[in-house]
T-cell receptor
Framework: DAGVIQSPRHEVTEMGQEVTLRCKPISGHNSLFWYRQTMMRGLELLIYFNNNVPIDDSGMPEDRFSAKMPNASFSTLKIQPSEPRDSAVYFC?????????FGPGTRLLVL | GIQVEQSPPDLILQEGANSTLRCNFSDSVNNLQWFHQNPWGQLINLFY???GTKQNGRLSATTVATERYSLLYISSSQTTDSGVYFCAVEGGRRALTFGSGTRLQVQP
């Protein structure tokens, strides 16, 4: 198995631009999570899905952030418009019910 | 929400030394997992250990759920063990809550 796949691995954009991060979970895992890591706040949960349904989005910072999971093998996290304070590493993780498996992350820099 | 505290925050070891990392959590948990974040930023699974003891080579972990703590043991440390070690717990919701990590530096 290839593990959790994220793209792009690095993204540099200018303030105000739309950013879309993508994630392919491990096949057969029914839960998917988006996390953000910053020096100030550490690893924090943004949103998670169970069987493609958003369950808890209380960690999404504001309306500029949105996430979708149109099917069991794909999820997106979109930031529109992006701001410099969104600069962070964004991780996607999936779980079959026991254990969590993280992707390599997307390093986002908003100038 | 549940609080996760890790200690020590920073640790410097000489190659070959042993160490113990601690994770305390504020409430009962359903699951607990230890991760190693390597210098390239990857989060690597070490142990899924909601209770009991597990060993994998030079690493072992023990979780005492009733007393709300977990320990990660690293024996005969190597420079490749350097990085940040995270403890994460699943409490009342399905997702993991992370501690702030222990930053380990192993010197040759």
């Amino acid at each position: 198995d290839a593990g959790v796949i994220q793209s792009p691995r690095h993204e540099v954009t200018e303030m105000g631009q739309e950013v879309t991060l993508r994630c392919k979970p491990i096949s057969g895992h029914n839960s998917l999570f988006w996390y953000r890591q910053t020096m100030m706040r550490g690893l924090e949960l943004l949103i998670y899905f169970n069987n493609n349904v958003p369950i808890d989005d209380s960690g999404m910072p504001e309306d500029r952030f949105s996430a979708k999971m149109p099917n069991a093998s794909f999820s997106t996290l979109k930031i529109q418009p992006s701001e410099p304070r969104d600069s962070a590493v964004y991780f996607c993780a999936s779980s079959p019910g026991t254990g969590w498996y993280f992707g390599p992350g997307t390093r986002l820099l908003v100038l | 929400g549940i609080q996760v505290e890790q200690s020590p925050p920073d640790l410097i070891l000489q190659e070959g030394a042993n160490s113990t990392l601690r994770c305390n959590f504020s409430d009962s948990v359903n699951n607990l997992q230890w991760f190693h974040q390597n210098p390239w930023g990857q989060l690597i699974n070490l142990f899924y250990i909601p209770s009991g003891t597990k060993q994998n080579g030079r690493l072992s972990a023990t979780t005492v759920a009733t007393e709300r703590y977990s320990l990660l043991y690293i024996s005969s440390s190597q420079t490749t063990d350097s990085g940040v070690y995270f403890c994460a717990v699943e409490g009342g919701r399905r997702a993991l809550t992370f501690g702030s990590g222990t930053r380990l530096q192993v010197q040759p």
